[in-house]
């Protein structure tokens, strides 16, 4: 089956524009995660869904940065006010959001550049 | 705080085994997962361990020890595509989130 979408795959915008990334996670997962990926750094995790609510949103850096998920399916990651340092691949995953195993699948990112 | 460490960088030779290590001090600890991601690709996933003990999956294996806080991947008889980061990720206590390293980048050479 598919895997996890994202798009754009590239975004370039300025410095103040707002930008939305989206998601699609892969069929039947329950639980769907964001996480931002900067040049010589680890996944920084961002926020965690299960089904459309957000138990964990500990990752968001600024309040600059929303997410909400729609139909316990696709997500879409705000960033309001771009600035420089948001400059990062943006990955989103999924799983099915149980079971000791669980196991997140990743999507190929959206790289954000902010000019 | 979460503390993950691995070496930034190794090399060996097509053909070779080589072992990446990773040391991990977390507050809490539910499962350690290994991933691929070679260079602008999504990170794939390759072992999880929760329990101590060796778990081999084909030329990949994973090691854990819990008690250490430490854990290895072990890649047999490289080839060239296994050239790509490799990223330790544990999963501590409560949500589902994962606390990644920076990741090994490993070059494999003919």
């Known amino acids: 089956g598919a895997g996890v979408s994202q798009s754009p795959s590239n975004k370039v915008t300025e410095k103040g524009k707002d930008v939305e990334l989206r998601c699609d996670p892969i069929?039947?997962?329950?639980?769907l995660y964001w996480y931002r990926q900067s040049l010589g750094q680890g996944l920084e995790f961002l926020i965690y869904?299960?089904?459309?609510?957000?138990?964990?949103k500990s990752g968001l850096p600024s309040d600059r940065f929303s997410a909400e998920r729609t139909g316990g399916s696709v997500s879409t990651l705000t960033i309001q006010r771009t600035q420089q340092e948001d400059s990062a691949v943006y990955l989103c995953?999924?799983?099915?959001?149980?079971?000791?195993?669980?196991?997140?699948?990743f999507g190929p990112g959206t790289r954000l550049t902010v000019l | 705080g979460q503390n993950i460490d691995q070496p930034t960088e190794m090399t060996a030779t097509e053909g070779a085994i080589v072992q990446i290590n990773c040391t991990y001090q977390t507050s809490g600890f539910n499962g350690l997962f290994w991933y691929q991601q070679h260079a602008g690709e999504a990170p794939t996933f390759l072992s999880y361990?929760?329990?101590?003990g060796l778990e081999e999956k084909g030329r990949f294996s994973s090691f854990l020890s819990r008690s250490k806080g430490y854990s290895y991947l072990l890649l047999k008889e490289l080839q060239m595509k296994d050239s790509a980061s490799y990223l330790c990720?544990?999963?501590?206590?409560?949500?589902?989130?994962?606390?990644f390293g920076t990741g090994t980048r490993l070059l494999v050479s003919p």
């Open positions: 361990n929760v329990l101590d």
């Open positions: 995953a999924s799983s099915l959001g149980r079971g000791f195993t669980d196991t997140q699948y």
């Open positions: 869904f299960q089904g459309n609510s957000a138990p964990d």
């Open positions: 990720a544990v999963r501590t206590t409560g949500f589902q989130k994962l606390v």
């Open positions: 069929s039947g997962h329950t639980a």
